[in-house]
T-cell receptor, first 114, second 113 residues
Framework: NAGVTQTPKFQVLKTGQSMTLQCAQDMNHEYMSWYRQDPGMGLRLIHYSVGAGITDQGEVPNGYNVSRSTTEDFPLRLLSAAPSQTSVYFC?????????????FGQGTRLTVV | AQSVTQLGSHVSVSEGALVLLRCNYSSSVPPYLFWYVQYPNQGLQLLLK??????LVKGINGFEAEFKKSETSFHLTKPSAHMSDAAEYFC???????????FGTGTRLLVSP
């Protein structure tokens, strides 16, 4: 099925551990983004990419790294997890050819850092 | 910078009543505006969008929104609420030419029998 796939769905990390959240889309979209969702704060943009090899920072990039080696994949890396990174993470993709800003969202990854 | 403000973190209505969720935006250039819905433990789904043209926009599930430039508003309405409408709703803005969505803080819609 076409769409955005995020793995894992749930993850518990200890403070200081590193991990990668995976995101893949099969719609050949140029644009991909990572958001975090926290209660009362809506969704905040972490990093985004406008195409393979091109990434940029969003509103809350500290503590996260991204790369975009292919059109399909946009992994998010937590280098040294902190309790403040406990959140629900969403990956989204979109294309200007479809409609600007019409983003397809994954189902989310619920991350707990203890 | 572009931003959106959603008035009311929670809105409660009875089944069959009018739904009105408020969104005001701030943008120095003509914005693209969106409403997304999130059901429990799911990702976000686009309800409707305003880009250019007609200011009254119809979306899925009977929802509609009107872009009012003079009031910098993009309120979401539905004439008659259903129990299945209970969810969290997010207003979002994007500046023409960019792909960064800026979301409001969300409004949780509660529907009682």
């Amino acid at each position: 099925n076409a769409g955005v796939t995020q793995t894992p769905k749930f993850q518990v990390l200890k403070t200081g551990q590193s991990m990668t959240l995976q995101c893949a889309q099969d719609m050949n979209h140029e644009y991909m983004s990572w958001y975090r969702q926290d209660p009362g704060m809506g969704l905040r943009l972490i990093h985004y990419s406008v195409g393979a090899g091109i990434t940029d920072q969003g509103e809350v990039p500290n503590g996260y790294n991204v790369s975009r080696s292919t059109t399909e994949d946009f992994p998010l890396r937590l280098l040294s997890a902190a309790p403040s990174q406990t959140s629900v993470y969403f990956c989204a993709s979109s294309s200007d050819r479809a409609s600007p800003g019409y983003a397809f969202f994954g189902q989310g990854t619920r991350l707990t850092v203890v | 910078a572009q931003s959106v403000t959603q008035l009311g973190s929670h809105v409660s209505v009875s089944e069959g009543a009018l739904v009105l969720l408020r969104c005001n935006y701030s943008s120095s250039v003509p914005p693209y505006l969106f409403w997304y819905v999130q059901y429990p433990n799911q990702g976000l789904q686009l309800l409707l969008k305003y880009t250019t043209g007609a200011t009254l926009v119809k979306g899925i599930n009977g929802f509609e929104a009107e872009f009012k430039k003079s009031e910098t508003s993009f309120h979401l309405t539905k004439p008659s609420a259903h129990m299945s409408d209970a969810a969290e709703y997010f207003c979002a803005v994007i500046v023409t030419g960019f792909q960064k969505l800026v979301f409001g803080t969300g409004t949780r819609l509660l529907v009682s029998p």
